[in-house]
């Protein structure tokens, strides 16, 4: 058991994303050939769209006409869904979980099993309320989210839908680490699994990353059909004395055995990051960072415009850095950045000791006698006091840490400009 924790938890990142849209090689032909005909239904489709759009809007979420009328018009519009295991189906249960493959994925699960899904974007009302959302406070923190989401599975007969991994993966090789605060709400969970399969004649990636919500749309439109396969799992509470933080992990790794895939540690946030890296900079070996070469060949966009960019952008960093630990050498910090890419985690591995260096004192005049602030005692104080057993506590031990060392180097750089 613990070599295949181990196992899980080493996938590598790039494994859990799609890189490119169209299918490589010679299984490009069969696509080439099809490309008329898609572009044609693609049109079409669209137009019909709106009508479907309009049904939904019109027609009472949890009546049974709209969801037979809508799957009937979605199958023309080349979105087929089909369910399994509707007998674990528990309609008592008000929290229903799903891994993220695609944009479509709250309107495949919607359409048989009738959920809102909390917004997380800052969006009018009435448009939240047309695409099936809810703004439960997602963006004035996690307490506020709890709280308005217990209420509403408290007070509302519509289901939540919840996707904890924050990002959409391909659903072929892993799951992202699952957030919390879904069960943190005391209420059993009932696990859905999507599963997407197209044609071999169409082997267009749903998604990809970096992306674009209206491209990926386009090609549902383009492709004879896409196949949205929704599994319903038997529904999972919470065991004696188990935390959130451990139920979380339990219905991670029970869904991933399910699909056959890893209930790995990557988060949504590291996926940001992977991104960043892979589409905007790239280290080379002398250590510049530049753009990578876009698909279509536009070497021009990675040559000294970007270059000098970047430079001025790792000097940024680094002066980021070197203005909360001056006692820290310039080189060891520049040689962390690049290993890290993020100003925060190199602040952290310095902090932490992950980074070892000697402690160097530069006493530097400053102009007219003007004194210059000292770095905040408070700085030195977020090291972490004890080592927890627990990963949850030990990155919220983590977070704390990284808030507290945020806030008072932004003391600091208001108190060198004369802000405070």
Known sequence: MFTDI????????????????LPPGLYVLPLLCYAPIGILLSTLRFFIGIHVFLISCILPKMNILRRLVLRIMCGILGVVINISGSEHRDNKVKVMIANYTTTLDHLAVDLVLPSILPCVW?????????????????????????????????????????????????GQVGLLKFSVWPFSLDQPIQPVIINI???????????????????????????PYTKFHIRVLP????????????MTV?????????????????????????????LFIQPRGDGVQVRPVSPAGN???IRAGSQQQAEVAAELMTKQVKDVLPQCPIDVIRKDLLVTKDVDQTLTRLLEGVV???????????????????????????????????????????????HALIESARKKYMAKHGML
């Open 356 to 402: 070892k260096y000697s402690t160097v004192t530069t006493t530097v005049a400053p102009p007219e006698k003007v004194q210059l602030p000292t770095i905040s005692p408070k700085l030195s104080d977020t090291a972490a006091k004890t080592f927890s057993g627990k990963p949850q506590d030990r990155q919220l031990s983590l977070e704390e840490r990284k």
């Open 6 to 21: 181990i196992k899980m938890t080493n996938v590598p990142i790039d494994k859990l994303f799609e890189s490119r849209r």
């Open 197 to 223: 399969t197209r044609p071999s004649m169409a082997l267009i990636s749903p998604s990809v990353l970096g992306g674009r919500w209206w491209v990926d749309i386009f090609w549902f439109l383009f492709v």
């Open 122 to 170: 800052d969006l009018p009302p009435a448009l939240m309320w047309l695409l099936g959302y809810a703004d439960m406070g997602a963006k004035q923190g996690r307490d506020v989210l709890i709280n308005n989401a217990k209420a509403h599975v408290r007070d509302s007969p519509v289901p939540m839908l919840v996707f904890p991994e924050g990002a959409s993966t391909n």
């Open 299 to 301: 070497d021009h966009q």
């Open 250 to 278: 339990r219905v991670q790794r029970s869904m991933a055995d399910v699909m056959s895939v890893a209930a790995t540690t990557h988060t949504s946030a590291d996926k940001v990051e992977y991104a960043k890296r892979t």
């Open 235 to 246: 529904v999972m509470t919470v065991l004696d004395g188990e935390s959130p933080g451990d």
